[in-house]
Every structure is written in C-alpha cells, then in structure tokens.
C-alpha cells in the first residue's frame, strides 16, 4: 500500500518551490526532528515520501513528520552552510541518530597538534580536534575548504614539522601551504591562522576581511604588488563564500527580527534570528 503523508504535508507538497534550501521536517507537537538541504527543494522533500525509500531510518521519519519548514536560499552552498547552523542550534532527533553514520562528513581542524592540519573526516574522535559539521554533502565540502586555502594556506602533509627542513613542497609553490615545514612561518603565527580559519567556519568573517584588506593596502603603498595580488586573491574567494550567506543586517549584530501580518482576523508572527549579521534561523507562531 503506498505510503499517505497527512493532508497538511500533501498540501506542503504541492506547492514547494524548485529552489535550493532547507527544510526542517516536525513532528505531531511541532518539534524539528530532522533539518536537511537541497538544491532543489520539490524534488528532494517529495522524495521522503516515495513509495519507496533507501533506509529503515527514513521510513521511520516519514512516519513522524506532520509539518514541514522551508527556507529557500540563493545558492546550494548557502543552504549547506545554514543546514550545519541549524542542526547545531536545534539538535534534531534523526540528525543526531545519523551523526555517527560514516557517510556524514565533517571539517576535522587538528586543533591539538603543533601545526593543526585541516581534513574532512566522517567520524568525530575526542583527540583534541574542533570539528565543524555533520554536512549531508561531501561535494560541497571540499569546495568550500578548496576555496578557504586559498585564504588560509593551511597542511595537509604529514611531515614531522620542526621549521628546518631545506624545501617545502609544490603547495608551498603554488601558494597553498604557507611553509611552517621550512620556517616559513612560526608556531604562533601559524595556530593564529588556523583560528582565523575556525572563526570564518563559525561565521565570523567581517573582521577577517577587514585585515585583509588592511594589509592588501599596506602592500600597494609599499609597492609590493605581487603581494597585494595575494591579498586580492583572498579577498575574491572569501567572496565566493561569503556572498552564499546572504546578508541580511548590514549593521552586523546579533538580533531578533520580529514580523507579522493579519488576515481575517487570524495573526501569523515570525521571529528571525540573526547573528553576526547573517539569518541563522526563525520560528513563526499563529495567534
């Protein structure tokens, strides 16, 4: 027999728009029991409720689901970077459930090492690492650590870094290591990176671009502008990141945005939290 989703879902169903996003699936008293993303949104709800689906784990949240929340987002890696911000913030039951599952990446920063290198990992062990996830999507990953070494040149390598050895390798040559194997750069400068870089994972950014900016000007008054194109560089892939999290409070602060509208005698009232001027979430209430 196929599977009948309740009347209010069905009609949530018939009117999702064929956009990326997020959606958060609640149960019968309104909790959030699962957040995902999309790139797009109609076909990747729809498909929970499939005559079929791939795992028992599914089937069983199917079954919960009464409600369904979107939030449509410009881009796909927008809706990642929202996605990771809501399950932190809401832990739903079958996020968490899968959050062991192998298949569920995350940003492992070595935090505990000299020289912390950055990997993806689909495991959290307690070794002293910061982990910044689960993502749902590999892909989107590592676009976006490709596109935040070019900011923060952080290791991969395995190399016993000490500051002496005689050569760096091809990433230090082509700018995506900053050296610390050769000297390059020291402990503190290199750990002060790396938080840089957790802070920009943490949304962060403003005064990252801001430094950067400082110190692309430096280097134009002093006429090194090799270095002022590195600077630059930087500043254009931030962008690419950046920009998927749309700005929402110009004045970059943390508030709560309150809206609602009338009709019929009927009040919807919306809340939207924001927080280093970006929208990291919202709840709505019928009154």
Known sequence: MAFQPPEKVQEILKKLPKKSGVYLH???????????????????????????????????????????????????????LLENTLIKKHKPRYNILLKDDKRYPYIKVHWADNFPKVTVT???????????????????????????????PYLTCDRNINGKDERACLYYDIK???????GAVDKAQYRAMIQELMDFLS?????????IQAKMAAAA????????????????????IVS?????????ADQDVI?????????????????????????????
């Open 244 to 252: 998927k999290q749309r700005v929402i409070s110009a004045a970059n």
């Open 122 to 152: 689909r495991r959290m062990v307690r070794d002293g690492s910061r982990y910044f996830g689960p993502y749902t999507y590999v892909g989107a990953v590592h676009q976006t650590l490709d596109m935040l070494r070019k900011i923060f």
């Open 26 to 80: 609640k149960d019968k008293t309104g909790k959030i029991i699962y957040v995902g993303k999309a790139k797009n949104l109609r076909s990747r709800v729809r498909s929970y409720f499939a005559n079929s689906v791939d795992s028992i784990k599914t089937e069983q949240l199917r079954k919960r689901i009464t409600d369904i929340e979107i939030i449509t987002t410009e881009t796909e890696l927008e809706a990642l």
């Open 221 to 240: 008054e002093e006429l090194d502008f090799e270095k002022a194109a590195e600077y630059r560089d930087q500043l254009l892939a931030i962008d690419k």
């Open 203 to 211: 949304g962060k950014s403003d005064d990252i671009i801001k430094n």
């Open 176 to 182: 995506l290591c900053n050296g610390p194997c050769i």
């Open 259 to 287: 809206a609602f509208a009338r009709e019929q005698g009927d009040t919807c009232v919306q809340i939207f939290f924001i927080r280093y001027g970006k929208l990291i979430g919202r709840e709505y209430f019928m009154l």
